[in-house]
T-cell receptor
Framework: AQSVTQLGSHVSVSEGALVLLRCNYS??????LFWYVQYPNQGLQLLLK??????LVKGINGFEAEFKKSETSFHLTKPSAHMSDAAEYFC???????????FGTGTRLKVLA | DSGVTQTPKHLITATGQRVTLRCSPR?????VYWYQQSLDQGLQFLIQ???????AKGNILERFSAQQFPDLHSELNLSSLELGDSALYFC???????????FGPGTRLTVL
């Protein structure tokens, strides 16, 4: 069975500050991990993914995430927040042979001027 | 633009009615997935089709059904609609590697 926990349903940061969105997962098979972003009234856009290989993955818009197996975590970071980063962010897990996604409950990021 | 299209964008209907949501996957993608996004349940996987065959099933109600046609587009049929079925319904598609899903813009269903 697989599950995802996103800590913090709402996160506020100042423009230019570090963004850290937390994701912990549970999986009985080697996980595939994803971060998606959803802007208001839009679909989900892939930010980045981890399947195999390098555990630090870089995505679009300056975001990156690190797969830490020992901590079962896949936290999303960005060094400097921009107003345009305000959106809802979803972490998801799937696994080889079972490609349906299990999503976390989402974290709404607010960027303060 | 993910390349996945969904129609209609918005749908307003009454309780007890039946609706059909349509999805066209990215060119070349054989897998189609359906998800429901609601305030109380979050994003929930409903069902997956691969090249016309049902591959995986999630929290899909018996009142809901789906199919994938030979041209690979998919339809999600929702019947005997209830107020609680009001939600955003997303379609996603993936290629042969299967590991990454690309989402459409969604269909917002409102049941009055």
């Amino acid at each position: 069975a697989q599950s995802v926990t996103q800590l913090g349903s709402h996160v506020s940061v100042s423009e230019g500050a570090l963004v850290l969105l937390r994701c912990n997962y549970s999986s009985s098979v080697p996980p595939y991990l994803f971060w998606y972003v959803q802007y208001p009234n839009q679909g989900l856009q892939l930010l980045l993914k981890y399947t195999t290989g390098a555990t630090l993955v870089k995505g679009i818009n300056g975001f990156e995430a690190e797969f830490k197996k020992s901590e079962t975590s896949f936290h999303l970071t960005k060094p400097s927040a921009h107003m345009s980063d305000a959106a809802e962010y979803f972490c998801a897990v799937s696994g080889r042979g079972t490609y349906k996604y299990i999503f976390g409950t989402g974290t709404r990021l607010k960027v303060l001027a | 633009d993910s390349g996945v299209t969904q129609t209609p964008k918005h749908l307003i209907t009454a309780t007890g009615q039946r609706v059909t949501l349509r999805c066209s996957p990215r060119s070349g993608d054989l897998s189609v997935y359906w998800y429901q996004q609601s305030l109380d349940q979050g994003l929930q996987f409903l069902i997956q089709y691969y090249n016309g065959e049902e591959r995986a099933k999630g929290n899909i109600l018996e009142r809901f059904s789906a199919q994938q046609f030979p041209d690979l587009h998919s339809e999600l049929n929702l019947s005997s609609l209830e107020l609680g079925d009001s939600a955003l319904y997303f379609c996603a598609s993936s290629g042969t590697s299967g590991d990454t899903q690309y989402f459409g813009p969604g269909t917002r269903l409102t049941v009055l």
